[in-house]
């Protein structure tokens, strides 16, 4: 499959440090943010399916939602512009259209036509009536939902989990991502696996019910652990602790995380390693589900 050229299987590494020793667990890194430079991680696993599927409709275009620093918009503004389909965008928000915001000024550059909305028409973004009002008015689009997470999406994750199956020799104990939408999570979990998704959200127990519904329809479904205190005060809120984290896990793994997703993941991950939530001998890989558009820089 050369959509876009992606840079597959992506590397699995291990990191091993005083913490994994201590504990006598084995954690590994997925390396999903190097797939693709712009459309990059788990946004390019959810989106190839989608992709596929709506230039094999003849398809010209496609309508996506997000908010202002939606990664997922911006990989669908990316992969539209290499592939040749138009791209709508729906913003949440309408105080953003004047806004000076480097994420949608890239999905601008990349031909993506913005579309603010407010908070409240927002929400009726699943709704059928709302969709089939925009649908017509945009000329009947390929429509792909916030977070690009569809039936296709987790059949794009569930082969992460084949090839770390291959990497691996066999699947880890769980396998560990940050969750949004959790439509990455829901994935791996349709995949057999068992999962422990980090909400990047604050309230993030709904998480576990849509992810559920997500993988309803598959019979040898994983198990799923969810963790709902590593949000650091709601999408996209930080703390200082979080940045300190992640400069500390670059100087010691030499890779890059950032605040929104995958930096909460790990800094959670570690937590639960250090208390002792792991059995001796466990096995973890973690996800880095890219995202690195969005990095905060201080
Ligand atoms: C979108 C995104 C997520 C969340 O994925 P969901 O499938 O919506 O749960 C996690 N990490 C990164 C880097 C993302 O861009």
Same mark, same amino acid.
């Given at each position: 499959?050369?959509?876009?050229?992606?840079?597959?299987?992506?590397?699995?590494?291990? *990191?091993?440090?005083?913490?994994? !020793?201590?504990?006598?667990? !084995?954690?590994?890194?997925?390396?999903?943010?190097?797939?693709?430079?712009?459309?990059?991680?788990?946004?390019? !696993?959810? *989106?190839?399916?989608?992709?596929?599927?709506?230039?094999?409709?003849?398809?010209?275009?496609?309508?996506?939602?997000?908010?202002?620093?939606?990664?997922?918009?911006?990989?669908?503004?990316?992969?539209?512009?290499?592939?040749?389909?138009?791209?709508?965008?729906?913003?949440?928000?309408?105080?953003?259209?004047?806004?000076?915001?480097?994420?949608?000024?890239?999905?601008?550059?990349?031909?993506?036509?913005?579309?603010?909305?407010?908070?409240?028409?927002?929400?009726?973004?699943?709704?059928?009536?709302? &969709?089939?009002?925009?649908?017509?008015?945009?000329?009947?689009?390929?429509?792909?939902?916030?977070?690009?997470?569809? =039936?296709?999406?987790?059949?794009?994750?569930?082969?992460?989990?084949?090839?770390?199956?291959?990497?691996?020799?066999?699947?880890?104990?769980?396998?560990?991502?940050?969750?949004?939408?959790?439509?990455?999570?829901?994935?791996?979990?349709?995949?057999?696996?068992?999962?422990?998704?980090? =909400?990047?959200?604050?309230?993030?127990?709904?998480?576990?019910?849509?992810?559920?519904?997500?993988?309803?329809?598959?019979?040898?479904?994983?198990?799923?652990? *969810?963790?709902?205190?590593?949000?650091?005060?709601?999408?996209?809120?930080?703390?200082?602790?979080?940045? =300190?984290?992640?400069?500390?896990?670059? =100087?010691?793994?030499?890779?890059?995380?950032?605040?929104?997703?995958?930096?909460?993941?790990?800094?959670?991950?570690?937590? &639960?390693?250090?208390?002792?939530?792991?059995?001796?001998?466990?096995?973890?890989?973690?996800?880095?589900?890219?995202?690195?558009?969005?990095?905060? !820089?201080?």
């Amino acid at each position: 499959m050369d959509i876009l050229r992606p840079n597959l299987p992506s590397p699995l590494q291990e *990191l091993v440090n005083a913490d994994t !020793r201590a504990a006598g667990i !084995r954690l590994w890194i997925k390396r999903d943010d190097l797939i693709h430079p712009t459309v990059s991680g788990n946004k390019w !696993r959810k *989106l190839k399916y989608n992709l596929l599927e709506a230039q094999s409709q003849g398809f010209k275009s496609i309508l996506t939602f997000g908010g202002a620093y939606s990664n997922h918009l911006y990989a669908t503004a990316a992969a539209g512009y290499a592939l040749d389909l138009h791209t709508v965008g729906i913003v949440r928000g309408d105080e953003l259209a004047d806004a000076d915001n480097p994420t949608l000024t890239f999905c601008k550059d990349h031909g993506m036509d913005l579309h603010f909305v407010s908070r409240t028409e927002y929400r009726q973004r699943s709704d059928d009536a709302y &969709l089939q009002e925009l649908s017509g008015r945009f000329g009947h689009p390929f429509l792909i939902p916030e977070g690009g997470t569809t =039936a296709l999406a987790l059949k794009g994750e569930a082969e992460m989990v084949s090839e770390i199956e291959d990497q691996l020799g066999g699947l880890p104990d769980y396998i560990s991502t940050p969750a949004g939408t959790g439509g990455t999570a829901a994935g791996i979990l349709s995949a057999g696996c068992q999962v422990m998704a980090f =909400a990047a959200l604050k309230n993030g127990l709904f998480l576990g019910n849509d992810i559920q519904t997500l993988v309803a329809d598959y019979e040898n479904r994983g198990s799923l652990v *969810l963790l709902t205190d590593y949000h650091f005060g709601g999408y996209a809120k930080w703390k200082p602790e979080l940045l =300190a984290f992640m400069d500390q896990f670059k =100087a010691e793994f030499d890779i890059q995380l950032e605040q929104v997703y995958t930096g909460k993941m790990f800094y959670g991950l570690f937590d &639960l390693i250090k208390m002792g939530h792991f059995d001796r001998g466990a096995s973890i890989v973690a996800v880095h589900t890219g995202g690195l558009q969005g990095l905060l !820089r201080t």
